[in-house]
């Protein structure tokens, strides 16, 4: 038998499969169910057609585990290069899963060289990986709770609103839980106030007196009883959700910084400058395990978003932002540069030419990543920990004295 190329289009319910040979003739066509049973076809159908490798639009996920583990070789092609391609194939512009199975395994037999294939990630990163990704999902919804508590408080009390600074604090959840109206709170004086705060360990640095200045001088909401109770009661049981949440994020914080604090990798990581033992997590669970996934610092910074994408055509030549990248390790390596600006002098000093010759923010931020990746891709590869000793762009800088 020839070799044979095999494309799988993914979806939530069914995935469509397409197997073709050295012509691109159609071997077999099939759909599997998204689940147990449609998982053990799926491989055992691969294997009954002598798959070996086979391409699909995403580079993780349980699918993609199941076919790496089965020990097929899997190679990711980025959505757009599949959405580029389609002209190649059909000219109405039509999509259907079938079409893209095909369109896949045929992009694997005539550019399977042009992309990498899957390597399997050690047990440690793939739980890693699960934690970071589940943590960061819980604070964005918890983010997103948080505002909607406060839209709440707004609209009918402002006070409460205003009398902690973060609206997902431990202690402002527990004072909405406990004061969820006005009027449960207008026998509310210092002496309540303090032992309030002394009951939650309130470790700001206002008084009993400034807490209960903030929450009297706010504008007030007239509203009917019936409407008052009722957002307060709602308020209560989004306060009580966020408690429940912000407690559950707190121990998958202290699960993540356990874990990244024994790992090798992780204290690499660790070692730069403001780097934390989250946003080290969070970096180490996109890098991985496998070195030679990423054969230059370029590469790595391509996968990081934070290498500008170049356009150049005859005498016309643009330069842009890269929107297809690794969008969570884009924001976990800017977090490590926005952190190291405050503790490097040598991160501080590209920042600040950035900035000086125009750069907003964000872009500035991103070209000190791209600095940064550039040392911890090479700190990586030789397993050892940064060394503010040997980095030779702060040394230079330390020696002529920043200029």
């Not at 910084?257 to 669970?285: K, T, W």
């Not at 290498?307 to 884009?330: D, E, I, Q």
């Not at 920042?351 to 000190?368: F, Q």
Request: net charge positive; glycine share 6%; aromatic share 6%.
């Amino acid at each position: 038998m020839g070799t044979v190329y095999a494309g799988l289009d993914w979806a939530s319910r069914t995935h469509a499969v397409c197997v073709i040979d050295e012509r691109g003739a159609v071997c077999v066509q099939f759909d599997v169910t998204h689940d147990a049973e449609g998982l053990r076809e799926l491989v055992h159908r691969l294997r009954g057609a002598g798959v070996k490798r086979i391409a699909i639009e995403r580079p993780s996920g349980l699918l993609v585990d199941a076919l790496v583990e089965a020990g097929f070789e899997v190679v990711p092609i980025h959505p757009n290069a599949v959405k580029a391609s389609r002209p190649r194939y059909r000219s109405h512009g039509g999509k259907s899963d079938a079409s893209d199975a095909y369109l896949l395994a045929d992009l694997l037999r005539t550019d399977g060289h042009r992309f990498k294939p899957l390597a399997a990630q050690s047990d440690d990163i793939r739980a890693l990986r699960a934690l970071v990704r589940g943590r960061d999902d819980l604070v964005a919804t918890r983010v997103q709770l948080a505002n909607q508590l406060r839209s709440l408080l707004q609209s009918y009390w402002v006070g409460a609103a205003e009398v902690f600074a973060d609206m997902d604090s431990p202690i402002a959840l527990a004072f909405i839980q406990r004061y969820c109206t006005p009027e449960s709170a207008s026998r509310l004086g210092p002496k309540r106030m303090a032992a309030f705060c002394a009951q939650h360990a309130y470790c700001g640095r206002r008084s009993a007196e400034e807490l209960l200045a903030r929450l009297r001088q706010a504008p007030s909401v007239v509203l009917s009883e019936l409407e008052m109770d009722a957002k307060g009661e709602l308020a209560s049981s989004l306060a009580r959700t966020l408690s429940t949440l912000v407690e559950q994020i707190r121990l998958l914080t202290s699960r993540i910084e356990y874990h990244v604090a024994n790992s090798d990798d992780g204290r690499i990581l660790m070692s730069f400058p403001r780097a934390g033992r989250i946003c080290a997590a969070q970096i180490l669970a996109e890098l991985g395990s496998v070195r030679e996934r990423f054969d230059s610092d370029e590469h790595l910074a391509a996968e990081a978003g934070v290498a500008p994408v170049t356009y150049a055509s005859g005498k016309h030549k643009a330069v842009t932002f890269r929107w297809a990248c690794n969008h969570r390790l884009r924001t976990a390596v800017t977090c490590l540069a926005d952190n190291s600006r405050h503790a490097s002098a040598w991160a501080a000093s590209i920042y600040a030419k950035a900035r000086t010759r125009g750069c907003k923010h964000p872009h500035a931020i991103r070209i000190l990543a791209r600095a940064w990746l550039r040392v911890l891709w090479r700190a990586w590869m030789d397993r050892k920990p940064y060394e503010p000793a040997l980095h030779g762009g702060l040394q230079n800088l330390l020696t002529t004295g920043g200029g």
